[in-house]
């Protein structure tokens, strides 16, 4: 079965704290996301990466980085955390873009930052 | 650009009326459609994929239909665990992993 695993479900971390949101997807996949869901805004993608080692800006990336020094894990960077940054934070994974292949979201981690 | 639009925002059923969401999208060229469930405080699950105009999917509840336009979720007597929030994203063709555009969702709440 596909599993996307965040490492935490609920964060409360303080303005100007770092934060590291941790993904882990077992099943090969070559590109992993980083989204932020918003009520009335909906999904919104942060950053992707395609390899190792790879990534690329999304559509709201200031204020988020990102990293991927293995294939199965992507982390999520909040170097300096703020209030507006308080949101759900979803990862996925996608192996390639070719028809038939789905992207798979993990169970989302809640950010609090106060 | 691409636009993905869904409605209602909200719908409110009772037990066994059978219903439809509606999935509008604008896209240069569609590689495919998806459909998620997403049930309060979790991530999206994978419904269906369709690729092309005239493709139908189904699964319990639950049939997904395509055209070159929009996309339906026809949910047929419906019951208290169908609520959920459904989203639809769009991929285009040539559209790499920037190329998703996702919906804002249809909030389904179905009562006993």
Redesign the interface.
Known sequence: DVKVTQSSRYLVKRTGEKVFLECVQDMDHENMFWYRQDPGLGLRLIYFSYDVKMKEKGDIPEGYSVSREKKERFSLILESASTNQTSMYLCASLNGFSSGNTIYFGEGSWLTVV | EDQVTQSPEALRLQEGESSSLNCSYTVSGL??L?W?RQDP??????LF?L?SAGEEKEKERLKATLTKKESFLHITAPKPEDSATY?C?V?PLG????G?T????THLIIQP
């Open positions: 590689r495919g998806f998620y405080g979790k991530g999206p699950e994978f994929t690729y989203l994203a991929q559209g790499g992993a920037d998703l996702f919906g804002k969702g």
